[in-house]
């Protein structure tokens, strides 16, 4: 796989961390698919992404023209099973180690073989994390700082087993 064939982002988790990594793909140019459980914390994160385009476009670091095609790009969902399209999942869900390894053995077996799991982790083993999805070659970390929309900082920690294509694939998205 190739950083031209991510054309859907899962972001898993839509609190602080996971509706500002949203806002950034969203900004990027990739469709974003935004999950959690709770629907009332996916209407306050998409309120947050909209005050998030603003103050960018009021900051003159996102025109304006830019802001309605970014956030038509973003898709919410309460359903895991969603996120079987996307090529890339980011999870940036609470930060409870039994939670992310549930979600990652989860994911591993709904996504597409070739799809990249990644976490937003800042303490939480990706070799640990590959191991649950059944897949650790594809796992990778990449831990955005808070807040992401301003942060221009993003950790990219590999696990014991992740290959040099998911690396190079998660540096070419961090990058871009």
Known sequence: MKIDDIKRIGVVGAGQMGSGIAQVAAASGW???LLDVTEAVLQTAMKKIREGFARAVEKRTLGPDQTIPALARLRT??????LAEVQLVIEAASEKSALKLDLF???GCL???ETILASNTSSISITKLGAASGRPDRVVGIHFMNPAPVMKLVEVVRG??????TMALALGLVTR
């Open 77 to 82: 969902t309460g359903r895991l099973q969603d």
């Open 111 to 113: 996504c597409k073989p």
């Open 160 to 165: 014991v087993e992740t290959s040099e294509e």
């Open 31 to 33: 469709e974003v698919l």
């Open 105 to 107: 053995r989860q994911i």
